[in-house]
């Protein structure tokens, strides 16, 4: 699974350097969280296609993913995009996408969100119960506190194949299995410009926060790049992770 991608250079990072990851560790399926995929906020049907081009097979997305209303009829189609679950009934979209006994499941935080949105906890538990015929079901929650994140991965250990951290950017190094068997990271980070703050403009950054005054600041665009991500092994008969390990590349 790889972190939240940042703008163009995001997305030509994973063009760059998925196909060969996939060829080398033998990965099976791609998710990546593409909420601000498209100019550092959003995604938009041309962005998505070329993430699906690039080799990414099912995307997951977040508070962002709202930016352009040109991806909700996309939202609303068959393409393997999810939105978090717990938006109100009626928001385009839906939380889950389920292929061939694979489920993933897309559930955003309240804790420093701003948004008024049911809670993730139930959520899951609902989507849960309608996914018996799925053995490997992934998690990805979209959440600010690293404390409710931790909290999911163990209310959902042994329930489902893995629960793996979105939205900060910053990669965590807590990647483990839980002792139920679920796969866990707190953030899998983001892809994206490496001399950047979360894959956004230093300078504009920087005098908002120097001004506390609005302003408007985009992704850095070229320059050396990260991708960060996280290679999980699961045993397809028991839906139990077998490991989790970081897999994070720079690009000059």
Same mark, same amino acid.
């Given at each position: 699974?790889?972190?939240?991608?940042? /703008?163009?250079?995001?997305?030509?990072?994973? %063009? =760059?350097?998925?196909? &060969?990851?996939?060829?080398?560790? /033998?990965?099976?399926?791609?998710? =990546?969280?593409?909420?601000?995929?498209?100019?550092? +906020? *959003?995604?938009?049907?041309?962005?998505?296609?070329?993430?699906?081009?690039? *080799?990414?097979?099912?995307?997951?997305s977040g508070n962002h993913i709202? &930016?352009? +209303?040109?991806?909700?009829?996309?939202?609303?189609? !068959?393409?393997?995009?999810?939105?978090?679950?717990?938006?109100? #009934?009626?928001?385009?979209?839906?939380?889950?996408?389920?292929?061939?006994?694979?489920?993933?499941?897309?559930?955003m935080g309240r804790t420093f969100?701003? %948004?008024? $949105?049911?809670?993730?906890?139930?959520?899951?538990?609902?989507?849960?119960? !309608?996914?018996?015929?799925?053995?490997?079901?992934?998690?990805?929650?979209?959440? &600010?506190?690293?404390?409710?994140?931790? %909290?999911?991965?163990?209310?959902?250990? *042994?329930?489902?194949?893995?629960?793996?951290?979105?939205?900060?950017?910053?990669?965590?190094?807590?990647?483990?299995?839980?002792?139920? /068997?679920?796969?866990?990271?707190?953030? $899998?980070?983001?892809?994206?410009?490496?001399?950047?703050v979360l894959g956004m403009e230093?300078? %504009?950054?920087? &005098?908002?926060?120097?001004?506390? $005054?609005?302003?408007?600041? /985009?992704?850095?665009?070229?320059?050396?790049?990260?991708?960060? =991500?996280? $290679?999980?092994?699961?045993? !397809?008969?028991?839906?139990?992770? +077998?490991?989790? #390990? +970081?897999?994070?590349?720079?690009?000059?």
């Open positions: 699974m790889i972190g939240d991608v940042v /703008g163009k250079l995001g997305r030509r990072t994973v %063009a =760059a350097l998925l196909p &060969e990851i996939r060829r080398t560790r /033998g990965v099976e399926l791609v998710i =990546a969280n593409v909420e601000n995929a498209a100019g550092g +906020r *959003g995604l938009t049907p041309q962005t998505a296609d070329e993430l699906f081009k690039a *080799g990414v097979d099912i995307m997951t709202w &930016e352009n +209303r040109e991806i909700y009829p996309v939202l609303d189609s !068959d393409a393997p995009i999810v939105r978090p679950l717990n938006y109100p #009934e009626g928001t385009p979209g839906r939380g889950v996408y389920r292929k061939n006994g694979v489920a993933v499941i897309n559930v969100m701003g %948004a008024h $949105l049911d809670c993730p906890f139930r959520g899951v538990d609902a989507a849960l119960s !309608d996914l018996g015929d799925c053995r490997i079901i992934i998690v990805d929650v979209h959440a &600010e506190a690293t404390s409710e994140k931790i %909290a999911m991965g163990y209310y959902l250990d *042994g329930r489902v194949s893995a629960v793996v951290g979105t939205h900060t950017h910053v990669p965590t190094s807590d990647t483990r299995v839980l002792p139920k /068997g679920t796969a866990y990271v707190t953030d $899998l980070g983001m892809v994206g410009a490496l001399n950047s230093t300078a %504009a950054v920087l &005098e908002r926060f120097l001004r506390q $005054l609005p302003n408007r600041f /985009g992704p850095v665009e070229s320059g050396a790049a990260v991708l960060n =991500a996280v $290679l999980i092994d699961i045993d !397809d008969e028991s839906g139990r992770a +077998r490991s989790i #390990e +970081r897999l994070d590349r720079e690009v000059a």
